[in-house]
């Protein structure tokens, strides 16, 4: 790896940037070195307001179960959105929603606090409680948001699934978080297209499957057509209908679970990673006004959806702690055309803009093609800093952005970081940090990243290893829910000295110490900058009883989507040729989508007599790898049991 480019802030940006040039930043690495509780101390007294305050800071006592300012008392809808009221900023712009069909809304922090307050005293109405689940499967939306505040207001613990999961999943994460609700839509409105949310709801809910759960809360979005279940069913607008718009948080212990995601792992079952409220929040914060420079006349645009963990730390938490603006936005980037980024830009001024690799890398794909999408035919000048998060950038793609979205002007800020660690880790702050395309460059300050050999120890600089954070902080992932046993394994294995694993390789630049992150070192692909595991694929997979009898999936580069999906397919009857292996690998694709959702469709599906594995019977994923990316075997194949099958694996059909 060669750093060439080198980005330095301007003076401008360093005169007025939060964190002000690298010694600014080096200041507050060198704080939480010298104290390092007392940093983190410092900072949650600065960036939240506490109920009670805290005495205590970290706790290790149960280590690796980590505590953090565990006798202080807050409400995080509190932090979000009454505090800034009683700052007089009532009036301020909270959200500005932006429709499928470009319809626009913008709801005030007073308006927020009211929609919020009222669905609260709905959820206390249908006796949700402290510490209650509650499942949100909703599209973008201010509702969307709303809920998840006032599951935070009242101490319940939210757990969001994304939109694009299937029945099956949504069932899953119901059963294992013991969801008490689901709030969901009647349908959403995505690309020009009314796709089904609650005929979802109602097959994961088939046949009494979870007896945990009470009511279903629905938001009229579409008015389309939908089944109701009598006593089980509730229009949102019928169940905050008259509610008070006044609700008194509930204070909770800072540990208390804030919300569960599901996100996956190296085994078959996601697993429900558990927030904190008062870490987290601290965290989500932070890195908001740190890394984003947030100010006060901001429009800040995150680009992800709240089904995942970016769109809660930069929606629904970072952001609205404190009191800034933002664009919440419903529909795709291609539709109506994939000028659309651009032109919302335009439109709403935006100077803060967040998104993910594949968007940039399918939008450059998509202006390369056709002048009227280019963002050269945009006013993009309100534009002062662009994020990027989800997946390695190439520096092609960062190059692009960097010229074409931000007229050369904008720092790019490369944010790596994971649903575990609740913020950003490794990052560029854009007021000091000079930045490499393709590097995420430094610990944000306070994180303890570094790179170490399968020992845990040190390994120098421009030598890969294993990605670890050395110490704990705040808003780490507590444990994964129902399985604490899953949660010490996975992060924080025993021969890693108690470091926190990450689950990613990287490696630092032998001159600047950057980081560059090089992928997952687990069974984990990142399709989209969405997490799919390899084995929850391959489960879905063989659960076809009547076609599977075996299945390996790994990942293969793509241009486009980063990682894509290829299953390798043993089947119940002869390996098919031609027309008919493409009608069963349809088959096979929609019945993944069934499963899983579209998202885990795998892209090349292959038909074997059998799988390349050694004499001990073990899948040889390595040798799979190649043949996914149609690269000849040239490794030695002596150990495999059957090394012809690698040819009958790489045919096409
Ligand atoms: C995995 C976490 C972070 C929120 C969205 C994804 C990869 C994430 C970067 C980046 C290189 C990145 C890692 C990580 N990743 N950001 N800037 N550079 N890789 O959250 O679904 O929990 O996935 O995404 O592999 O472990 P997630």
């Given at each position: 790896?060669?750093?060439?480019?080198?980005?330095?802030?301007?003076a401008?940006w360093q005169a007025?940037?939060?964190v002000?040039?690298?010694?600014?930043?080096?200041?507050?690495?060198?704080?939480?070195?010298?104290?390092y509780?007392g940093?983190?101390?410092?900072?949650?007294?600065e960036f939240?307001?506490?109920?009670?305050?805290?005495?205590?800071v970290?706790?290790s006592s149960e280590?690796?179960?980590?505590k953090w300012?565990?006798?202080?008392r807050l409400?995080?809808?509190y932090n979000?959105?009454?505090?800034?009221i009683?700052a007089g900023?009532g009036?301020?712009?909270?959200?500005?929603?932006?429709?499928d069909?470009?319809a626009?809304?913008r709801?005030?922090?007073?308006?927020l606090l009211?929609?919020?307050?009222?669905?609260?005293?709905?959820?206390?109405?249908?006796?949700?409680?402290?510490?209650?689940?509650?499942?949100?499967?909703?599209?973008?939306?201010v509702?969307g948001?709303a809920?998840?505040?006032?599951c935070a207001r009242?101490?319940?613990?939210?757990?969001?699934v994304?939109g694009?999961?299937?029945?099956q999943?949504?069932?899953?994460?119901?059963?294992d978080?013991?969801?008490?609700?689901?709030?969901?839509?009647?349908?959403?409105?995505?690309?020009?297209?009314?796709l089904p949310?609650?005929?979802?709801?109602?097959e994961a809910?088939?046949?009494?499957?979870?007896?945990?759960l009470?009511?279903?809360?629905?938001?009229?979005?579409?008015?389309g057509k939908i089944?109701?279940?009598?006593?089980?069913?509730?229009?949102?607008?019928?169940?905050t209908?008259?509610?008070?718009?006044?609700?008194?948080?509930?204070?909770?212990?800072?540990?208390?679970p804030?919300?569960?995601?599901?996100t996956?792992?190296?085994?078959?079952k996601?697993?429900?990673?558990?927030?904190?409220?008062?870490g987290y929040?601290l965290?989500?914060?932070?890195?908001?006004?740190?890394t984003?420079?947030l100010?006060?006349s901001?429009v800040f645009?995150?680009?992800?959806?709240?089904?995942w963990?970016?769109?809660?730390?930069?929606?629904?938490?970072?952001?609205?702690a404190l009191?800034?603006?933002?664009?919440?936005?419903?529909?795709v980037?291609?539709y109506?055309d994939?000028?659309?980024?651009?032109?919302?830009?335009?439109?709403?001024?935006v100077?803060?803009?967040?998104?993910?690799p594949?968007?940039?890398r399918?939008l450059?794909k998509?202006?390369e093609g056709s002048?009227?999408?280019?963002p050269?035919r945009?006013?993009?000048?309100?534009?002062?800093?662009?994020?990027?998060?989800?997946e390695?950038?190439?520096p092609?793609?960062w190059?692009w952005?960097?010229?074409?979205v931000?007229?050369?002007?904008c720092?790019i800020v490369?944010?790596?970081?994971?649903?575990e660690?609740?913020?950003?880790m490794?990052?560029?702050?854009?007021?000091?940090?000079?930045?490499?395309?393709g590097?995420c460059?430094?610990?944000?300050?306070?994180?303890t990243?570094?790179?170490?050999?399968?020992?845990?120890?040190?390994?120098?600089n421009?030598?890969?290893?294993?990605?670890?954070?050395?110490?704990?902080?705040?808003s780490?992932?507590?444990?994964?829910?129902n399985?604490?046993e899953?949660f010490?394994?996975?992060?924080?294995p025993?021969?890693l000295?108690?470091?926190?694993?990450?689950?990613?390789?990287?490696?630092?630049d032998?001159?600047t110490?950057?980081?560059?992150?090089t992928g997952?070192?687990d069974d984990?692909?990142?399709?989209?900058?969405?997490?799919?595991?390899?084995?929850?694929?391959?489960?879905a997979?063989?659960?076809c009883?009547?076609?599977?009898?075996e299945?390996?999936?790994?990942?293969r580069p793509?241009d486009?989507t980063g990682?894509?999906?290829?299953?390798f397919?043993?089947?119940?009857?002869?390996?098919?040729?031609?027309?008919e292996?493409?009608?069963?690998?349809?088959?096979?694709?929609?019945?993944?989508?069934k499963?899983?959702?579209?998202?885990?469709?795998?892209?090349?599906?292959?038909?074997?007599?059998?799988l390349?594995?050694?004499?001990?019977?073990?899948?040889?994923?390595?040798?799979?790898?190649?043949?996914?990316?149609?690269?000849?075997?040239?490794?030695?194949t002596?150990?495999?049991?059957?090394?012809?099958?690698l040819?009958?694996?790489?045919?096409?059909y």
């Open positions: 790896m060669t750093q060439t480019a080198l980005y330095q802030p301007s401008e007025n940037a939060h002000k040039g690298m010694a600014a930043y080096q200041s507050l690495v060198d704080e939480a070195d010298r104290d509780e940093y983190w101390a410092r900072l949650a007294r939240i307001s506490w109920k009670t305050p805290f005495t205590q970290l706790d280590a690796p179960f980590f300012f565990a006798d202080g409400n995080a809808s979000c959105l009454d505090r800034h009683e900023k009036d301020k712009t909270a959200l500005i929603f932006e429709a069909d470009g626009v809304a709801v005030s922090y007073s308006e009211t929609r919020v307050a009222q669905l609260a005293n709905a959820l206390k109405a249908r006796g949700v409680k402290k510490g209650d689940r509650v499942v949100i499967y909703m599209s973008m939306s509702e948001v809920a998840m505040q006032a009242i101490g319940a613990t939210h757990s969001v994304f694009g999961f299937s029945a999943s949504l069932r899953d994460r119901i059963q978080a013991g969801a008490v609700m689901v709030i969901t839509a009647d349908e959403q409105q995505r690309g020009g297209k009314a949310l609650k005929a979802i709801v109602d809910l088939e046949g009494g499957s979870c007896p945990t009470k009511d279903v809360i629905v938001y009229k979005r579409t008015g089944n109701w279940v009598e006593g089980r069913d509730l229009w949102l607008h019928d169940v209908q008259g509610q008070a718009s006044t609700c008194e948080p509930e204070w909770v212990e800072a540990e208390h804030l919300f569960l995601l599901y996956s792992g190296s085994t078959g996601p697993k429900g990673v558990q927030h904190s409220t008062g929040l965290h989500a914060a932070l890195t908001t006004k740190w984003f420079d100010q006060d901001d645009w995150c680009t992800a959806d709240i089904g963990v970016t769109g809660h730390s930069y929606i629904t938490y970072g952001p609205l009191g800034g603006t933002e664009i919440v936005f419903e529909g980037p291609t109506p994939a000028g659309r980024f651009w032109q919302m830009i335009e439109k709403h001024k100077t803060v803009f967040y998104t993910a594949t968007a940039i399918s450059i998509a202006a002048e009227a999408v280019h050269a945009y006013d993009l000048s309100s534009l002062r800093l662009l994020g990027s998060v989800g390695p950038i190439n092609a793609a190059e952005y960097h010229k074409h931000g007229g050369s002007r720092p490369d944010t790596f970081w994971q649903t660690t609740g913020g950003h490794i990052t560029p702050l854009p007021g000091a940090t000079p930045l490499v395309p590097s460059t430094l610990p944000f300050p306070g994180i990243t570094a790179i170490v050999d399968e020992l845990g120890n040190d390994v120098p421009g030598q890969g290893g294993i990605l670890v954070v050395k110490k704990p902080w705040p780490m992932i507590r444990t994964i829910w399985d604490p899953r010490k394994s996975s992060y924080y025993a021969e000295k108690g470091y926190y694993l990450a689950g990613d390789g990287a490696i630092r032998a001159d110490g950057y980081f560059t992150i997952r070192i984990v692909l990142n399709v989209s900058g969405h997490r799919m595991g390899t084995m929850e694929i391959e489960s997979l063989v659960s009883t009547e076609l599977v009898a299945a390996a999936v790994v990942g793509d486009t990682e894509a999906i290829c299953a397919v043993v089947l119940k009857r002869a390996r098919p040729h031609g027309d292996a493409k009608a069963i690998a349809k088959q096979l694709r929609d019945w993944v989508a499963e899983i959702g579209p998202i885990a469709k795998p892209k090349d599906i292959r038909f074997g007599d059998n390349p594995k050694t004499r001990s019977g073990k899948i040889m994923r390595r040798l799979l790898r190649n043949v996914a990316k149609g690269e000849s075997v040239t490794q030695d002596s150990t495999l049991e059957n090394p012809a099958i040819e009958q694996l790489g045919q096409a």
